[in-house]
């Protein structure tokens, strides 16, 4: 398994790369993708990082895992690649993007034009076992993940946090509200949606924080 980062991530990170943590994670997750079928493919694994430079980010998501099902995960939170069936959270969070922006809701539900345009799509594990929700938890990720979203927070200003469930709500303690916008609200699922995800208006929300500090605002749909 051959893995590369970014480069404009190296420096951001640079105390995480030879933390014993770090050492133990990857030879785990080699040693877990040799012997098991693991999601994403191994040259998706820093996706969110790769389609998002560093100095780029204007938005987080923060998901939870990546998808556990046959060619669903890429490495974008949320995201799937084209020809893969939307899943229901993917599905609610169009549905309350064009109820938001009047856009139309796209045919694929590839996020990759939204990493392009500076919105970092991460989630807290990167890795999963196919069929097994949440195995990879508690193997490191989450520590290196929450290093990725705390050096967003003290090297950059203005960004908008988009907080989506308990676990992401959770997950932002290490960022700084007094120089970014945290935006929360239930998650996407069909389970919680209707409990105040329809209609929290974060993405109109989040491009009225972005034109206001000078930043070129997001094109969603």
Request: charged share 15%; with cysteine.
């Amino acid at each position: 398994m051959r893995v590369k980062i970014d480069e404009s991530w190296l420096e951001p990170l640079a105390d995480q790369w030879n933390a014993p943590y770090f050492a133990k994670l990857t030879a785990e997750v080699r040693s877990r993708y040799s012997t098991t079928q693991v999601y994403p493919a191994p040259s998706r694994i820093f996706a969110a990082f790769d389609n998002c430079p560093f100095h780029k980010v204007k938005v987080v998501i923060i998901g939870q895992d990546p998808y556990h099902g046959p060619g669903q995960a890429n490495g974008l939170c949320f995201s799937v690649s084209p020809g893969i069936a939307m899943p229901p959270s993917l599905l609610n969070i169009f549905k309350e993007m064009a109820a938001d922006t009047g856009g139309t809701i796209p045919p694929t539900g590839d996020l990759g034009y939204l990493a392009n345009q500076g919105v970092l799509l991460l989630n807290a594990t990167l890795t999963v076992e196919a069929h097994k929700a949440g195995s990879h938890q508690g193997l490191g990720w989450e520590t290196f993940t929450d290093a990725a979203i705390r050096a967003v927070s003290e090297k950059l200003d203005n960004v908008v946090f988009l907080l989506w469930g308990s676990y992401a709500i959770r997950k932002g303690a290490v960022i700084d509200s007094s120089r970014h916008l945290v935006l929360t609200s239930p998650h996407p699922s069909p389970l919680s949606a209707h409990r105040g995800f329809f209609g929290n208006h974060h993405f109109s929300k989040a491009n009225e924080y972005l034109v206001a500090h000078g930043k070129t605002p997001i094109k969603w749909l």
